[in-house]
T-cell receptor, first 116, second 113 residues
């Protein structure tokens, strides 16, 4: 597509439920990144993919968080047993390639998650 | 590890005022430096960048100079407009193997007519 697309744009869930957030990167971009933006804080790096591989998962806050990418395109970030501290805006970005990453990332508008 | 510290907001200015948003960094190697902007209801977008010491990045009237001696990359604009109201993020990418962007906490700018 023309830009990075994320869905849902807004999600309200109850504590303890699982949620899935989807990211559709720019066509041809092999690198995909997930960040979390919490109120009053900067962007926290979660995970990146080069193709379908995620070489570094150390940014994921806990084992309740997981992410996958299939077909080198769409990625899903899954949060299990959500907690109130998971409330944030989850941002996805893509770039031409990790090895070609010059720092210019193309961001989606984000998925705002609210855990009640 | 890498880190970015930027001026806390919010910053409120009148139209045509001079803007400075301070940014300092800590990084291994020789990082590239960036300013990203997030307009209301939109995703982050790259505003400008500088890849080596003494480089000046510029775009839309904004400028920032890569100062290695002070590890700084302050954002400036001589005359702000209402349309510049947004959140501004300073960021860096290291020349090492951890090639993900490290962001500052963001500075909310509001420009009043």
């Amino acid at each position: 597509g023309a830009g990075v697309s994320q869905s849902p744009s807004n999600k309200v869930t109850e504590k303890g439920k699982d949620v899935e957030l989807r990211c559709d990167p720019i066509s041809g971009h092999t690198a995909l990144y997930w960040y979390r933006q919490s109120l009053g804080q900067g962007l926290e790096f979660l995970i990146y993919f080069q193709g379908n591989s995620a070489p570094d998962k150390s940014g994921l806050p806990s084992d309740r968080f997981s992410a996958e990418r299939t077909g080198g395109s769409v990625s899903t970030l899954t949060i299990q047993r959500t907690q109130q501290e998971d409330s944030a805006v989850y941002l996805c970005a893509s770039s031409l390639g990790w090895g070609l990453n010059t720092g210019e990332l193309f961001f989606g508008e984000g998925s705002r998650l609210t855990v009640l | 590890g890498n880190s970015v510290t930027q001026m806390e907001g919010p910053v409120t200015l009148s139209e045509e005022a001079f803007l400075t948003i301070n940014c300092t960094y800590t990084a291994t190697g020789y990082p590239s430096l960036f300013w990203y902007v997030q307009y209301p209801g939109e995703g982050l977008q790259l505003l400008l960048k500088a890849t080596k010491a003494d480089d000046k990045g510029s775009n839309k009237g904004f400028e920032a100079t890569y100062r290695k001696e002070t590890t700084s990359f302050h954002l400036e604009k001589g005359s702000v407009q209402v349309s510049d109201s947004a959140v501004y993020f300073c960021a860096l990418i290291s020349s090492g193997s951890a090639r993900q962007l490290t962001f500052g906490s963001g500075t909310q700018l509001t420009v009043l007519p």
